[in-house]
């Protein structure tokens, strides 16, 4: 049972494109609506292919979904980079061309 995620930018990004979560549970393909609610309350996590959906469904990438854990990820990511970046030398950094760097 994961309780730790903001299950609040599901439920925000669901009412923005103003969907009920029978008509979101319908385009996962789904009978009814409590595998949806148990995620949206943050009591379970999605497979990656529900995830993946959502974001499709929600017009959004899926760290828009789940923005804590995916940073939460990326933090301890980075960390592990420095870790193996010799004494002296610069991290890995790559630059999109549009100002942003990670």
Known sequence: MVQDEQPRPLVYYRKRIRLTQFQVARLLGWKNTKGLGLIESGVVL????????LGSIYRVPIEFLFQKRYEMFRNDIRAKEAALVPAGQQALSLDFGDGRYV
């Open 46 to 53: 999605p497979t990656l292919t529900t995830a993946l959906k």
